[in-house]
């Protein structure tokens, strides 16, 4: 375990380049006109970018520094849990102490058109966080696949639903249903669950995929 946690604290360390990107965008961007994303969405930003710095840079640093492909899977979901939470807590933040300040503007938060703070803000705080989660454990297992065969196969089936599922409307409907279940969900107990449920499945299938994983 302490291996495991060794390697999560450095996972973190060295997710610099993803934290000042993230930081730059949210302090950086600007909005014009009458209604504005929150700034604080822009923190997400952090929960696309360290999949990819943990997948392609740090597997192999930690592979050649001795450490097992275990250890390494299980450190990169603890920092996926760590970087869900503080994503989460930041945007929550801003969104109640921020995004009032905008008086003469309405700002939109994904909090709200998820539905999410319809529960309250702890509530709401979980399932963000537990959103983004599934969000980076998805993100993980995909590009870990990119190597291989398995992997162009995937991405030529999410290419393939979402270019046949969106313009046939029974389908599209089929596919937006999907979509309000891990997103666009007001049941908090229920969302969270699902988010869970999909990350285990998630990660059980990148324990595979990381057996087949070579440098």
Avoid at 180 to 186: A, R, T
Wanted: with cysteine; proline share 2%.
């Amino acid at each position: 375990m302490k291996a495991i946690l060794a390697i999560a604290k450095r996972l973190i360390a060295s997710d610099k380049i993803s934290f000042i990107i993230t930081a730059l965008v949210v302090l950086c961007a600007t909005s014009s006109g009458d209604v504005v994303l929150s700034n604080g969405n822009y923190t997400w930003l952090l929960a696309v970018l360290s999949p990819f710095f943990f997948v392609f840079y740090d597997f192999k640093k930690f592979i050649h520094l001795g450490a097992s492909k275990r250890d390494y899977f299980f450190g990169c979901l603890i920092s996926y849990g760590i970087l869900a939470f503080c994503v989460s807590l930041v945007n929550t933040v801003i969104h109640l102490l921020v995004d009032p300040a905008y008086s003469a503007r309405t700002v939109i938060n994904l909090m709200d058109v998820c539905k999410w703070m319809e529960n309250g803000i702890i509530a709401a705080g979980l399932q963000q966080m537990f959103f983004l989660l599934l969000v980076m454990i998805f993100l993980h297992v995909l590009l870990s696949m990119q190597t291989h065969w398995y992997g162009w196969l995937t991405d030529a089936l999410l290419a393939a639903i979402i270019c046949i599922f969106t313009p046939i409307a029974p389908l599209r409907a089929v596919l937006a249903g999907f979509f309000q279940m891990i997103m666009v969900n007001g049941n908090a107990v229920l969302h969270i669950c699902i988010c869970l449920l999909l990350s285990a499945a998630l990660s059980l299938g990148g324990i595979v995929v990381l057996k087949r994983k070579t440098l």
